[in-house]
């Protein structure tokens, strides 16, 4: 599985991105889908994940209510909209994905160890 992110750049603080990855591999809608970022000096954090079916989960604390992950089996291709975005969003954004089967994202999907293949990331800048 090969994964290809874009759509970072630099946008103000209340604006919106919306970032793609694109997955090559026959098998991708099968697979849990997650969105990680890591910001100058900090620990990857997770973001959101999507199951095969559609099933969503998020940070909570830091992205709730202002992300929204979704994905296109037919092209294979997984987003994250990113609204009312906040200085402390800046980051680099990586997708990844999970090729367990038959697993439950809220289990799994905010590990990053259960990840098994990763985008080379994409740079958010969010200016004040």
């Given at each position: 599985?090969?994964?290809?992110?874009?759509?970072?750049?630099?946008?103000?603080?209340?604006?919106?991105?919306?970032l793609s990855c694109?997955a090559s591999g026959?098998?991708?809608?099968?697979?849990?889908?997650?969105?990680?970022?890591?910001?100058?000096?900090?620990?990857?954090?997770?973001?959101?994940?999507?199951?095969?079916?559609?099933?969503?989960?998020?940070?909570?604390?830091?992205?709730?209510?202002?992300?929204?992950?979704?994905?296109?089996?037919?092209?294979?291709?997984?987003?994250?909209?990113?609204?009312?975005?906040?200085?402390?969003?800046?980051?680099?954004?990586?997708?990844?994905?999970?090729?367990?089967?038959?697993?439950?994202?809220?289990?799994?999907?905010?590990?990053?160890?259960?990840?098994?293949?990763?985008?080379?990331?994409?740079?958010?800048?969010?200016?004040?």
């Amino acid at each position: 599985v090969q994964l290809q992110a874009s759509g970072g750049g630099l946008v103000q603080a209340g604006g919106s991105l919306r970032l793609s990855c694109a997955a090559s591999g026959q098998t991708f809608s099968s697979y849990i889908m997650g969105w990680f970022r890591q910001a100058p000096g900090k620990e990857r954090e997770f973001v959101a994940a999507i199951s095969w079916s559609g099933h969503r989960i998020y940070n909570e604390d830091s992205v709730k209510g202002r992300f929204t992950v979704s994905r296109d089996n037919a092209n294979r291709t997984v987003y994250l909209q990113m609204n009312t975005l906040k200085p402390e969003d800046t980051a680099v954004y990586y997708c990844a994905v999970s090729t367990y089967l038959h697993t439950i994202v809220a289990t799994i999907g905010s590990n990053p160890y259960e990840y098994h293949y990763w985008g080379q990331g994409t740079l958010v800048t969010v200016s004040s």
